[in-house]
């Protein structure tokens, strides 16, 4: 019988990896998980303030488990807060800015401090 070596495998997940190293969608625009955390987060929002709430740690950990294997279904015991907290935890541990400075200086109008100019990068 095989001896099953625990010390060997580790868990996946999604935080602290760069974003060319995850699963993305089929238009490799966004990581594959991005739009199901989006949707449940809009359908699920009944009250302001949800990012400061904490989560369940064990149930952010777990999602980030989920989402490294591609498997982009929130489990039904998530609560709002907690896909919330994943999302902000998984974009406070990325490696690298979404957009870098190169980019913001692409898109943002010269010496503005006019917010249509920041809403356009995002886009």
């Not at 950990?61 to 935890?89: H, M, R």
């Not at 974009?91 to 979404?98: A, G, K, R, T, V």
């Not at 957009?99 to 898109?107: K, L, S, V």
Request: charged fraction near 15%; aromatic fraction near 8%; glycine fraction near 4%.
């Amino acid at each position: 019988m095989a001896k099953n070596n625990t010390r060997n495998s580790q868990v996946r997940h999604v935080f602290s990896v760069n974003l060319n190293q995850l699963h993305l969608t089929p238009d490799g625009s966004v990581p594959s998980f991005l739009p199901s955390v989006r949707e449940y987060i809009i359908n699920e929002c009944h009250n302001e303030g949800i990012f400061r709430k904490c989560g369940n740690f064990s149930t952010i950990q777990q999602l980030g488990s989920e989402f490294a294997q591609n498997n982009c279904q929130i489990p039904s015991s998530a609560t709002v807060f907690e896909v919330a907290d994943f999302l902000k935890q998984w974009l406070n541990s990325l490696p690298e800015p979404l957009i870098t400075p190169n980019i913001a200086a692409q898109f943002m109008k010269n010496n503005t401090n006019d917010p249509k100019s920041a809403v356009e990068t995002l886009k």
